[in-house]
């Protein structure tokens, strides 16, 4: 039963391999001196870091982007970020169409694992779609943003801005231009910035496939199982992060309500994170290991892995088989879900480790796993210790950052295992 | 296909009652003036706490223990780390057997679910060997320490000692007497203490199902796959932690060693734990989360469940079905894992934040964590904070002591769940 070597790459290998040929080009652009504003030095370490969180759309940064980056290292940013964003399989299918190629049978097979769709049909379609509608959102974004920063810049800063802040939020990057690492501190009472940020990064954390979805049924009835648990967590994970950080961290509720939707995967902020009480910065971590939904611009173990994480919690509790929506849910779905939360775990915890060991007692302990989990989770959040860590540091949350990005849609899009041990016996083993 | 209203009660609500009432009792015992030294006061409350750590082997203390409990006090106590080690199935056929009763079918059952037996078959039998072979080790322990003990004691005071501390170390229990909260400390380089503890813990964690299979096979190849996983976990876990305490904590081999064995479980210390880095205490977390074999003394997910997660990831990586040994782990023993997996991860987040909820800024989040997985882990480690703590958090760990007691072995011996929507049509759901 054993495959033939020299076997073809999967799909899968070749989106991670694609993600990890963006990150290299994006880090010598980014090292480029035309790519720096003058007298600003940045280490090949900072490049690349800035090129993964931008790729990974996680928005941590070791250096100031504002004052380091000139127009053209910002272009290459936003490039970055729309690249990581769509996702690399949607890459090669888009520049595919542009170009008026032929797109074959492995194109989309691509697709079909990057978006975690179960057939190939309609693999086109969808990607035209991805593009036109998030072409359409981002126009408007764009647009409804240019009118806040207009208040305070020359009409074309005004619209870079604006471009920029839409494409950041859309593709829940949570990279910012506003310098000194303020991020949208200075924007806390504007209900429009607040609310088309927030609008823009619940469109892209959906999913493109819950959007076509809605867009197509109209009806809750004849919306798919995916889409109205997507509806039903994002709701009630929205509703219990405003109520408490409103609580807990005494936030206005348009603040409450902005803080809430960011955490879950874009990472803006509008309030200064490290001055949570340890409850909410352990709260934060929460929804930002929770993150967004699956086939989205968004990271975290995805809001229908803890859906499904908790049916099987609530049926082990009922002694009744995991159903909702009066379907059940595969066994294969749930085993899935539990392997993402799994990997994710450990990512988090041997990521935190390794900080804790290269480190030591420099910061605390809370803001190592904050930066992990935010990190891992695509976040970009953090309690202000990424721009002093040591290159080795560095290294380590790249690779947390790239092993979030990817990790999850591995797991979720690998194949069935083989029956490769026939003649073995089925024993169970004692738990607990 | 619904079950009859004013069902029976389960053997496991049984089990849960059981722990409970022997808890409600201690802790009135306890409250006793009788039960303390002259001039010392003792809450209800720590009453409860003492009581609930002592039932559930945990060995978190709010008060001096030597300095508030009379030999009153300390016999119930050590009388409830007995009852609390054996579990409370043991306990009512022990009684059952020494009055010469008539151990019925139902009787069995609870045995069966107490160990995670997969049949009734031989119960009593078990149930036997469990008394006699704990006497008997219990009995070469205390002779053991009691030599210890007596180069600082009279003979009277040294017995009392020695057998406290052995009940305490092979239960897993980690309550002692030297006053001052300082555990084991003076004895740190004792190679006889040190050895006769860890000695005493191994085979309190490792499970009287596997201690009799070895009784009985005498050779690896004659071993339940079970057997053969605890073994090898334990000696991993065991090398593990001794390499990590060595290398990071710089403690000597002989604290290294002990430190890497009491932590998994037992909850003894012969070095200061709140002087550990940042980086060991995550790692002495890790430990006690994963804890000691089922069917122990021991606490934490265990070590056969901490296998089969492992297993299931490799398997994911692989493309392999879940095997070891030359036997295929079987799906239910996977799922049953990740349960367990999932609830403790539920009890440790929502324990903490609780926690960080009722007492805000006073703790450093790492002292909050560690308090809240030593308690779930029923280790009894602690960064110092267990005194200080308001009323409210002494609930809550007492809370989460009970769910670690019982809360993984509930999961493992649960039935399957019943098929009762028949009607549905099974979908997966988009994970990752
Ligand atoms: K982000
Ligand atoms: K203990």
Known sequence: MKK?????????HLL????????????MLLSLPVAHNSGQDVAYIDALFISASAVCVTGLVTVDVALTFSLFGRTVIAILILLGGLGFASIVISFSLLLGMNVNLSKRLFIKEAYNLSSIKGT???VRAVLISSFVIQALGTAAEYFVFRQAYTP??????ALFNTISAFNNAGFDLMGGYRSLTAYQASAVMNLTTAVLIILGGTGFFVLADIARSRTWSSLSMHSRIVILMNGTLIT???LFFMAVEHLSPLAAFFQSVTTRTAGFNTVDIASFSQAGLFFAMLLMF???SPGSTGGGIKTTTTFALLLSLGSLMFRRESAAFKRKVGGESILKAFQVLLLSFLVVLFGSLSLLLIEGETYDFMAVLFETVSAFATVGLSCGITPTLSTLSKVVIVLIMFAGRVGPITIATSLKAKSSHLGYIEEQVFIG
């Open 290 to 292: 929770i993150g967004a």
């Open 240 to 242: 219990l992060g405003f």
């Open 4 to 12: 033939p070597k020299g076997k073809r790459l999967e799909p899968n």
């Open 156 to 161: 074309l800063n005004a619209f870079g801005h």
């Open 16 to 27: 991670l391999i694609g993600f990890l040929a963006i990150i290299l080009m994006g880090s």
């Open 124 to 126: 086109l379609g969808i």
